[in-house]
DNA sequence: TAGATTGTTAATCGATTAACAATC
DNA sequence: TAGATTGTTAATCGATTAACAATC
């Protein structure tokens, strides 16, 4: 699989390709262009052309693209045609909610666990998914063979508790906490800032007039 | 205000600054260059000068930014030096755990209640906000003028929601639905795709060293 | 004043779009 | 074969970085 250099631009929007690729199989649709798929999706035939021949050539002259073919290139792509095991730093309503999301089970992310500092949810089960204290951290990354870490907690005990889940053995955060994380280079960090994201909603709805269509999606 | 033809990635770094000024605040830094700035928000320089220079001349030559007042100036900017009324639709985990981040209020983003389809949710309350039945919508939104609606309810059923939404006054939505809604132009939409920060992240992890440092952030 | 640092213009870099030859 | 559509190169557009004159 070719994959040096690819931009963040590009690794952005393959899940969304890949999204609307689920969406034509559920429909049924066998074939697909650029340009069928491109009015979609609201971006360029040229664009989605240029996204996919970083990867390679999945396409076919005169044909277009297969669509369950290319659904499954994507995810190879994406790296979800293995299975992740993952865990759960913070077991309040973000981190209860991301347990109880299914979806992410059927794309390979296998949820192991969740752990939290309250002795009160310690032991209880979520959705078959055990709470366990910060202690067990070690052993239940080692046992399970963790590489995924959704950090669900206030950013106070952030940085601290990455610095831990690494030293363990973690090599990817999901990171919730309203903090940038400083680790290693071989440790993968993708944040998810909702207070960021409400404040850009916030401009956008005071600059509505100034702010182009484009912008909205 | 300046602020025609803001781009994207200027608008996505905003909060950003908002967040680091709010620290250096905290610490009591009472002036900062944009090359300190820089070296602490791993940007360049430059770019921090750009970014602020879209919306006016906030520094002061052999002097830097006033770290009060480039916050402030920033909060304008975004909208959040204004009261917005918000609701939830969706009392499920993720609703919930909007509703109990006490953070949002502090930015002046007041959630007037949350709505539900399942009847025992209805009639409760969370940390005083009131959970209402879908009925209640139209009346709620006029009354309470809410203007931002957080939608965290199955894809299924989010498009027709965020019309109803949009029919009864509602201008700004912040989507957590896994679809990409079709409004009109003068509402203005913020999505946080879960599942799809989830794949960048496994993109991230399966190609690990052909990703550059500068994506990890 | 001299030193520091901004605001802003110019240069560079990268990403998107257009065009078209290759080919199914 | 003729028509359709890709893969890919070239052109354009936009965003980032560098440089420096203005100025506190």
């Known amino acids: 699989m070719e994959n040096k250099g690819i931009s963040k631009a590009v690794i952005k929007r393959l899940p969304r390709y890949y999204r609307y690729l689920g969406e034509l199989m559920n429909e049924g649709v066998e074939r697909i262009s650029s340009h069928d798929l491109s009015e979609r999706m609201h971006v360029t035939a040229s664009q989605i052309r240029q996204d996919l021949n970083h990867f390679g050539g999945f396409g076919q002259q005169g044909y277009g693209y297969n669509v369950a ?9 994406l790296g979800i045609d293995q299975k992740h095991n993952i865990i759960i730093i913070g077991a309040g309503n973000l981190g209860q909610a991301i347990a109880n999301y299914t979806n992410f089970e059927k ?5 192991k666990g969740m752990f939290d500092v309250n002795p009160r949810l310690v032991g209880m089960t979520i959705r078959g998914i055990p709470v366990y204290a910060l202690e067990e951290l070690e052993e239940i990354i080692r046992r399970e063979e963790v590489q995924i870490a959704a950090l669900t907690i206030p950013k106070m005990r952030a940085e601290e508790v990455a610095e831990k889940l690494v030293a363990y053995g973690i090599r990817a955060i999901w990171n919730f906490a309203h903090t940038d994380l400083h680790l290693p280079d071989d440790v993968v960090v993708e944040n998810v800032h909702l207070s960021e994201s409400l404040m850009r909603l916030s401009y956008k709805l005071v600059h509505m007039d100034s702010v182009s269509g484009e912008m909205l999606l």
């Not at 073919?69 to 994507?74: A, P, V």
């Not at 794309?107 to 949820?111: A, V």
Request: net charge neutral.
């Open 69 to 77: 073919y290319l659904y499954e290139e994507i995810a190879k792509i």
């Open 107 to 111: 794309r390979g992310f296998i949820i």
